[in-house]
């Protein structure tokens, strides 16, 4: 996983991610709704303060109004000025005032131009007309942003004419943007420290489940003797406990099964050694018991057939003594079939040679056989045995199924292990079928090969695809003293 | 005398552009007459009008009379009497009090009655906070009152009147007084509890009920004087008939035209009638009932 999708599902990050931006909201939403209320009340307050002023200025107007006295109301400006004039943070500073009478015309302006001047722009025209205290916000040509406050002159109800004051906003917008922007520094920094903290708490809440994490990585590869520690009360350490127990349950089943694993292969050993038992009681005591009676029955029978007094029953006699000898010959097969006494007596390539040929003659189909265990010790008696029945059971295959023309059996000993190969050039079969549990009985003929081969160690391999025969693969391993031996004496394997 | 009228028609020109404050009386050819018409304004008509209304009404007079025209403005109504009585004003627009003070010291002649919602004539009202369980006058015995104007018809003499005819008198019928001159700071005053009664200005009230319905609401009235004659204008005794004949006319065709429409509009007002002085009588009874117990 690249670095930054690791990062982007990171328990830590997300975390402290989510946390931060929920934590962020609240505040921010709180601190933006605080800072623009205290904007709203401090712009109430400068527009309370520039109504009053200009209401003071009204009142004091009326005279001077009356009297036709334009300096009284220039002096009266001047000194509004004078008094309101500076830009100090949170005090107004008046941009502009005006005295107007009953036309609209400037009595008294702080802009020299427009003394005497009938004004005629939207905001005077307002207040003469409707002659109610108001405030409206504008911005002057230079962008200042101004409060216009117009106020009625009355006396005793009558109007006199009005009093207009521009208010400069600066103040109060230099002084919020100023408290804003200290209160968001010091926010901003606070917050570093908490994502700071969050940060490293989610870490350490990470840190068991990554625990947890690695160590069921080495169980799925293998390695049941992982254990957590667990060091919390809560969900985790739960989790950890449970985590243990599950471990220590497959590493009890796993051993439970190789127990079971074991003991069906003793199983399935000592059935074999018992079949072959069997197999050599039954053909010995065909050869010893039945063998002889038979035998002696044609000894009987040819004597009968050579008594001058049974002249018409000699034909019969003759055909008993042929199926006698066909029986004698059955069973001596059979005998063979069951367990070669060859295998016994001389060992596995003799053995193999006379189930070739034996093959070869009962099945039409050539057999060639090459070894190179010609010289030597012999194998130990299981392993001759394992391999006799696995060449049995493929020639078995080869005559049913194959329709083959020739097979080849090649026996080797290399350093440490006995190969035997048995191929032939027939229509192979799909071994795959086998595989899914097909339980035709030339799966379990297989199975069983390979099961024999197993037991002592060893694999067993069948390639084959439709069309193209079949060849079976065994490899079964030496016990060291054998393969020792036959290093001594069989530096250089040669072909039969 | 009427030559040496006409001489001083240029010179009354320049005294229009050199002095402002110069009277000359108008010669009595209207189509020429350049001499300035001066003419007052001493009380609120209604409580409607904008800030340039009167200034209009003086450029509408002007435009009907072809001659130019001056507004006067003074602090007191005593001053406008007396520049009526010193031929200092043409006409003027007058509280009812003062019109009535005007006529008996200097002959001061009624020209026009405005009639303001339907009625040339308003009352005054006196008025409780909307808690108060007091009915009547009688019942703000040693209650703390305000009056708006010593000179107000409605803000100060009718109840001083009213008082006057139980044999009391303001200023020991009340534990306090306080003049607010103004009827609008009256009202508040009552409702919001400062004063336990005032007298103002009916016209002003029923306005007030109407864009201020809240404030009005926390008062009620608990009395309603007898009609009283509207502001009117008035005019001196010793003005020119032919300006006096013109004037009157403009007044009460004022709402035959479109832009005297629009001045009544702006000053609230109906229209105007020739009046009569019998509609001023009430005021000149109490102003003469409260002199003589003064004067005592």
Redo the contacts between chains.
């Keep these: 996983m690249s670095a930054w999708a690791g990062l982007r599902t990171s328990l830590a990050v997300t975390f402290t991610s989510r946390i931060f931006a929920f934590v962020s909201l609240i505040i921010l939403g709180v601190v933006g709704y605080l800072l623009v209320h205290e904007w709203q009340v401090l712009e109430h307050e400068l527009q309370n303060r520039g109504l009053l002023t200009a209401t003071h200025l009204a009142q004091q107007s009326v005279d001077p109004i009356l009297r036709e006295d334009d300096y009284a109301l220039f002096k009266l400006l001047q000194a509004l000025r004078a008094t309101y004039g500076r830009d100090l943070p949170g005090q107004e500073r008046i941009a502009y005032g005006m005295i107007v009478n009953t036309r609209g015309e400037a009595l008294a302006h702080t802009d020299p131009a427009l003394v005497h001047v009938t004004l005629t722009d939207p905001r005077t025209k307002q207040i003469l007309a409707r002659p109610e205290p108001s405030v409206v916000w504008l911005t002057d040509p230079d962008g200042e942003r101004l409060y216009d406050v117009a106020v009625p002159i009355r006396m005793r109800g009558l109007p006199v004419g009005a009093v207009r004051l521009g208010i400069s906003r600066a103040g109060v917008d230099r002084l919020m943007w100023g408290l804003a922007f200290k209160v968001f520094a010091v926010l901003f920094v606070l917050m570093l420290v908490g994502v700071g903290s969050i940060w490293r708490f989610s870490r350490r809440m990470a840190q068991p489940i990554q625990r947890l994490r690695d160590s069921a990585r080495a169980v799925q590869a293998g390695d049941l003797s992982q254990r957590v520690r667990v060091d919390r009360c809560d969900e985790i350490g739960e989790l950890a406990s449970a985590f243990n127990a599950m471990t220590a349950e497959l590493a009890r089943s796993r051993d439970e099964l190789a127990r079971k694993e074991a003991m069906r292969a003793r199983l399935l050993e000592q059935v074999i050694t018992v079949q072959e038992d069997e197999r050599k009681r039954i053909a010995r005591e065909l050869h010893d018991e039945t063998s002889q009676a038979l035998t002696s029955l044609m000894v009987g029978l040819k004597l009968l057939e050579q008594r001058p007094e049974l002249v018409e029953g000699r034909e019969a006699l003759a055909d008993l003594r042929a199926l006698a000898s066909k029986t004698l010959e059955a069973v001596h097969d059979l005998a063979l079939q069951l367990r070669p006494s060859v295998l016994d007596d001389l060992g596995l390539v003799p053995a193999m040679e006379r189930l070739a040929a034996d093959f070869q003659r009962m099945h039409g189909i050539r057999v060639a056989f090459e070894t190179t265990l010609r010289i030597g010790p012999r194998l130990p008696s299981a392993l001759e045995t394992a391999l006799y029945r696995i060449t049995q059971e493929a020639l078995t295959n080869v005559a049913r199924h194959a329709a083959a023309h020739s097979v080849s059996v090649l026996v080797e000993a290399r350093r440490g292990s006995v190969t035997l190969i048995v191929e032939d050039d027939g229509r192979g079969f799909d071994t795959a079928s086998c595989m899914s549990g097909a339980r035709d009985d030339r799966c379990l003929g297989v199975f069983g090969m390979r099961e024999r081969a197993t037991l002592l160690g060893g694999t067993l391999t069948i390639e084959s695809t439709p069309g193209n025969g079949t060849t079976v693969f065994v490899e079964v391993p030496l016990p060291s003293e054998t393969a020792n031996d036959r290093a001594q004496t069989d530096p250089h394997p040669s072909g039969g | 005398m009427n030559w040496k009228r006409v001489w001083m028609v240029p010179i009354a020109a320049w005294g229009l552009v050199l002095a ?1 404050g110069y009277e000359a009386r108008g010669a009595a050819e209207p189509a020429k007459e350049k001499t300035p018409l001066r003419i007052a ?4 008509v209604s ?1 409607e ?7 209009e009404l003086m450029d509408y007079i002007a435009a009907k009379l072809e001659r130019p025209v001056e ?1 006067k ?3 007191t109504y005593q001053e406008v009497d007396d520049m009526l009585g010193a031929d200092k004003l043409d006409a003027a627009i007058l509280c009812s009090g003062t019109y009535v003070a005007a006529q008996r010291q200097y002959g001061v002649e009624l020209l026009a009655v405005p009639v303001i919602h339907g009625a040339p004539t308003y009352r005054s009202y006196i008025i409780v906070p909307q808690s108060s369980t007091a009915a009547s006058l009688d019942e703000l015995h040693r209650k703390r009152f305000a009056f708006t ?1 010593p000179q107000s018809t409605s803000g100060y003499l009718y109840p001083a009147y009213a008082l006057m005819l139980r044999g009391r008198q303001p200023e020991t019928f009340f534990v306090k007084t306080l003049f607010t ?4 700071n009256s009202i508040e005053a009552v409702a919001e509890g400062v004063v336990d009664g005032a007298a103002v200005d009916s016209l ?1 009230y029923d306005y007030l009920q109407k864009t201020n319905p809240g404030l009005v609401a926390r008062t009620r009235i608990i009395h309603r004087s007898p009609p009283f004659g509207a502001p009117p204008v008035g005019v001196p005794r010793t003005l020119n008939p032919e300006t006096k004949r013109l004037l009157r006319n403009l007044f009460l065709e004022m709402d035959q035209d479109p832009s005297g429409r629009e001045i009544l509009k702006k000053l609230g007002v109906d229209r105007f009638i020739p009046g009569d002085d019998r509609m001023y009588e009430s005021i000149r009874k109490m102003l003469e009932m409260v002199e003589g117990v003064k004067a005592r």
Excluded at chain 2, 49 to 55: A, D, N, R, W
Excluded at chain 2, 181 to 184: A, T, V
Aim: net charge negative; glycine share 0%.
């Design positions: 402002p304004v001493a009380a609120m409580p009008e904008t800030i340039t209304v009167y200034q507004l403005q003074r602090r104007d001159y103004s009827h609008d002003i």
